[in-house]
């Protein structure tokens, strides 16, 4: 049973639109995250969160809010929709902070026209 | 300052054949380092990882990795590849920040 996962796994949207997108882990992992991955390029750190109601800064903040609700749920949102915003986001856990290993979820592919 | 580099976008190999993907690393103290693994249409997965200890480490799927301060490298090896490995491998260092390189693409043929 994948104890990451992620939804919806695409998206489609128009720019200035607003989005969702929603991870749970069931590992009981303190620490979550979410990336962004373009084509031919590694994973970008946005924002994560070491616990409910935490939220800290990662290395491309801009255009995007988070939050974590409980230990298992934490939320991307994009309020205004922009095309250069269209990639592939990840959700990650672990137990420990980014010196731990991660365990990914599966992918959500957004688009924004 | 700190980062990570995998100077090959793309490899090629023959299945059998032996395999190094190379990762450079920029970290003036001891860097944490990860090899992770992303199939298609799948989330990474992680391949191994080094926090200090012996240089080389083992991990899954007969894949290790060889740690070298002096040369700032953390290479990827695997004695005989499957057309199962094909996949993208990322080579990442946490340590301040959370660095991933960009990514080879192993192509294994058969």
């Known amino acids: 049973e994948a104890a990451v996962t992620q939804s919806p796994r695409n998206k489609v949207t128009v720019t200035g639109g607003n989005v969702t997108l929603s991870c749970r882990q069931t590992?009981?992992?303190?620490?979550m995250y979410w990336y962004r991955q373009d084509t031919g390029h590694g994973l970008r750190l946005i924002h994560y969160?070491?616990?409910?109601?935490?939220?800290q800064i990662g290395d491309v903040p801009d255009g995007y809010k988070a939050t974590r609700t409980t230990q298992e749920d934490f939320f991307l949102l994009l309020e205004l929709a922009s095309p250069s915003q269209t990639s592939l986001y990840f959700c990650?856990?672990?137990?420990?902070?980014?010196?731990?290993?991660?365990?990914f979820g599966p992918g959500t592919r957004l688009t924004v026209l | 300052a700190q980062s990570v580099t995998q100077p090959d976008a793309r490899v090629t190999v023959s299945e059998g054949a032996s395999l190094q993907l190379r990762c450079k690393y920029s970290?003036?103290?001891?860097?944490?380092l990860f090899w992770y693994v992303q199939y298609p249409r799948q989330g990474l997965q992680l391949l191994l990882k080094?926090?200090?200890?012996?240089?080389v480490v083992q991990g899954v799927n007969g894949f290790e990795a060889e740690f070298s301060k002096s040369n700032s490298s953390f290479h990827l090896r695997k004695a005989s590849v499957h057309w199962s490995d094909s996949a993208v491998y990322f080579c990442?260092?946490?340590?301040?920040?959370?660095?991933f390189g960009d990514g080879t693409q192993l192509v294994v043929k058969p």
């Open positions: 990650a856990s672990s137990p420990g902070g980014i010196y731990a290993e991660q365990f």
């Open positions: 590992n009981s992992h303190n620490y």
């Open positions: 969160s070491y616990g409910a109601g935490n939220l």
């Open positions: 970290y003036s103290g001891t860097p944490y």
């Open positions: 080094y926090y200090s200890g012996d240089p």
């Open positions: 990442v260092n946490s340590n301040n920040r959370i660095f």
